[in-house]
C-alpha cells in the first residue's frame, strides 16, 4: 500500500472518531495525540521488557499491546503531517534516504 492511501484511510477513522465524539481536530489535538501514543508505547515497552507491572497479560498479550502502540504512533505521525501539509515521502528522502549509499551512487555522489 502507498503511503499516500494508508494516510487516506487512517484519516477516514481519525475523522470519523472525531464525529463520533464531538470534538475538533486542530493542530493542538494532532501533536498531543501523538505524544499521548508515544505516552501508551512507552508504558508498553516497560511492560513487555519487564520493568513494570504486566496486569496479568501474557507475552503474547503483552508483544501485541507493543505492536499495537507502534502502529498508533505510526498512524498519528501520518495524520499530523497531513494535517501540516508535509509530503512525508519527500521529507523522508531528504532526511533519511539521502544517506543512503546507494542513492548516493546513482546521482553520482560519493
Request: aromatic residues 8%.
Amino acid at each position: 500500500m502507498h503511503l499516500d492511501e494508508l494516510t487516506d484511510e487512517v484519516e477516514a477513522i481519525s475523522e470519523r472518531y472525531a464525529r463520533k465524539l464531538g470534538f475538533e481536530r486542530d493542530a493542538s489535538w494532532f501533536l498531543l495525540k501523538l505524544n499521548e501514543e508515544v505516552g501508551e508505547l512507552n508504558q508498553a515497552f516497560l511492560m513487555k521488557a519487564g520493568q513494570a507491572r504486566t496486569k496479568g497479560k501474557s507475552a503474547e498479550e503483552l508483544g501485541r499491546d507493543f505492536r499495537d502502540e507502534v502502529a498508533d504512533v505510526v498512524c498519528q505521525a501520518l495524520l499530523l503531517a497531513r494535517f501540516h501539509g508535509i509530503d512525508l515521502e519527500a521529507a523522508i528522502a531528504d532526511k533519511w534516504l539521502v544517506w543512503n549509499p546507494e542513492r548516493s551512487a546513482q546521482r553520482g555522489g560519493a
